[in-house]
């Protein structure tokens, strides 16, 4: 088994140039460090994991944040000040829980300034934008199969032109360490682990189990950001191993050479996307029906997880803690308040940004008849305020 099955069934279900990478953080490293001349500025979005505002960091550019539409958690191209856009070397979209940026708006706007699109759609396999699959509009697109497939490991990086295959390949490669013993172990412990998690209730012994094993590694929401040690790694980016504690949280193996058995599992769950997908969009449909979601105009997306809108985010979620239904990919506070100016240039206007990351409940749309229950049994009241709300 090698790379080409994998890329091969990505390339039929996008339509361009895919190349097969351990992880959807190296695959955005390497598409940065491609495009982007160092010292670079780079819109992106706050709400966001913090692995990819390091690997910005680690690839020697500067992150700006965009200002965002407070439904969805979108970019919000209209709000971004004029005289900004000339002065970006890329935009980076995050399609945040699979719910597409404005692609062809954005497209349009970095053709016309000559500058990179490049679409992070880690949360958006199987989302459309303007009836395209998002991750098909800009230079370049990035997947991750560790969300929807829940491979634990792999990703893509997309090309729209596939004349720079050999050099990104290259590129990829030289990045690669060596298939270590020690990460396949850990590849494969995991599942059970977080088996044993849940079923111990979250019980803390379980959760540092993860931990040793390089899966779980925020006790908080975000990472702590230790700006010393960050400072001192600047000072030599671009490097992608001085940001190797800052990028590699989560998933130890990001830059591992697969082995076998690892890519056919992965295979086997990629065979089997498009069930998923179908699941995640009816799981979907249900969760925007509720008083808690404030659905866009557009077409039901298979959504990764769906951001309902809650008052009281952390009540919420505490309530689905006690019946062993765990929320993850909680984005708050915005990277430019847990950063600051000495790591990014701030939002040209951060409220929205706050009022979605304080407020969002990212609802996995596979559970979401017992999500519906627990928070109607426990009283969670909608968000109030915010862009539509009273
Ligand atoms: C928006 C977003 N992009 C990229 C990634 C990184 O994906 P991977 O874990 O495959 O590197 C994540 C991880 O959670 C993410 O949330």
Redesign the pocket.
Known sequence: MAYEELEAAMRRRLGRECLYVP????G?YVALRHWCPPGGLVLMSPV??D??FFVVLAAGLRPVQAPLDPRDGSLDPAAVPEELWPRLSAVLT?NLYGNPDPAPELAARCAGLNIPLIE?A??AIGSESAGRPVGTFGQASVF?L?KHTAAKAG?FLTIADPGLRDALTKARDELLEPRGAGAELAYWARPYAEATVRGLRLAPAAWAALRLLGQQERDDIRMPLRPADLTRALSVAPNLGAFHSWARV??HD?RATPGRGRLARIARKVGRLDAVLDAHRAGTRTLLATEWARPGPGPVQPLFRVPLLVEDRDAARAALARERITVG?LYDPPLDDYAGAAFTDPSPAPEPARWFARHALPVDPLKAERTIAVLRAAGVRPARGGPTGG
Do not use: E, F, P, Q
Not at 23 to 26: G, N, W
């Open positions: 992880s959807c953080r190296l955005l966001n994991d692995v990819i995050t992070d880690a949360h991750s560790s990703g989560d998933m990001y990919y």
